[in-house]
């Protein structure tokens, strides 16, 4: 299998500023030394505003005000079906994080575990967690599972970055 291009899945929802750096950090190292183009959920995602943010207070509204109904339709008809189809068009999935609250996090972040489980459990594409953090009791061991059952955990990203150049067979191509 031939990784051309990697979801950049992350929590979003709970977060003072969902597109903290890492998803532009790595997708610009990935595309300038491997040739893989990065689907971010941030930059691709539906808006009920101008970025992501308003989605958040959007929920947030719905939720405070038990509007149930129209926060089921916003998720699973708006939101669910791009983060979907992204995770469907990419070859595997790729996260980071640099400390042991944002794995905590992550790990239960309900949209992360939705859409890992669809790539490893439905496709069986591969999962990569690349964890700065040195503290890995904090996550859901099922969402470590996840990562385990198709992929691996990283320490670094070098670490990363050393798997894929060393799984690569053809120029700016990783294969498995």
């Given at each position: 299998?031939?990784?051309k ?39 691709i995602?539906f ?43 990419a ?35 591969p ?6 953090c040195?503290?890995l ?40």
């Amino acid at each position: 299998m031939k990784i051309k291009t990697v979801y950049l899945v992350g929590a979003i929802e709970f977060l003072e500023n969902p597109d903290s750096g890492w998803r532009y950090d790595i997708s610009k190292e990935l595309e300038s030394r491997f040739g893989i183009i990065s689907i971010n959920p941030i930059t691709i995602s539906f808006l009920v505003g101008k970025d992501i943010t308003d989605n958040m207070k959007y929920a947030e509204q719905l939720k405070r005000k038990w509007r149930l109904i129209e926060l089921n339709q916003f998720i699973n008809s708006k939101i669910w079906p791009v983060n979907a189809k992204s995770v469907d068009d990419a070859d595997a999935i790729v996260t980071v994080v640099r400390t042991a609250e944002e794995l905590k996090h992550l790990s239960n972040s309900g949209g992360t575990i939705r859409e890992l489980s669809r790539a490893v459990d439905q496709y069986g594409k591969p999962a990569f967690l690349i964890c700065e953090c040195d503290d890995l009791t904090v996550a859901n061991t099922h969402f470590l599972g996840l990562f385990l059952k198709m992929g691996c955990i990283f320490k670094s990203k070098d670490e990363f970055f050393k798997f894929l150049s060393l799984n690569e067979k053809l120029p700016k191509q990783i294969t498995f």
